[in-house]
């Protein structure tokens, strides 16, 4: 069985930072390299968005445009903990973030098979 759980959510005042950890069992980073990995988030009344992922077989990382050049996603296969760094974080980055696995591509939240519960990230003005 799957598990997924993540922390590190909070609430920052804006320009704050923040890392987020989801550590996975009973799935292992390290041989099921042929599937995405990463985060996704949401906000109250608003469809689950795609944050970053990353695809084991190659660690190419791949990053949505509001995370472009702010969040850095990392992985330790050695115990299959996936993170999100978060830098000079803003209000719009408010919601619920999820970590997902087997994901048959790198950004469709319903192509990933596995995923947390989640943790929650509030940045205020």
């Known amino acids: 069985q799957v598990r997924l759980m993540e922390s590190g959510g909070d609430s920052v005042q804006a320009g704050g930072s923040l890392r987020l950890a989801c550590v996975a069992s009973g799935y292992s980073f390290s041989s099921s390299y042929y599937y995405y990995i990463g985060w996704f988030r949401q906000a109250p009344g608003t469809e689950r968005e795609w944050v970053a992922t990353i695809y084991p077989h190659t660690g190419r990382e791949y990053y949505a445009a509001s995370a472009e050049g702010r969040f850095v996603i990392s992985r330790d296969n050695t115990n299959n903990t996936l993170y999100l760094q978060m830098n000079n974080l803003k209000p719009d980055d408010t919601g619920m973030y999820y970590c997902?696995?087997?994901?048959?591509?790198?950004?469709?939240?319903?192509?990933?098979?596995?995923w947390g519960q989640g943790t929650q990230v509030t940045v205020s003005s």
């Open positions: 997902a696995v087997r994901g048959n591509s790198r950004d469709k939240p319903e192509d990933f098979r596995h």
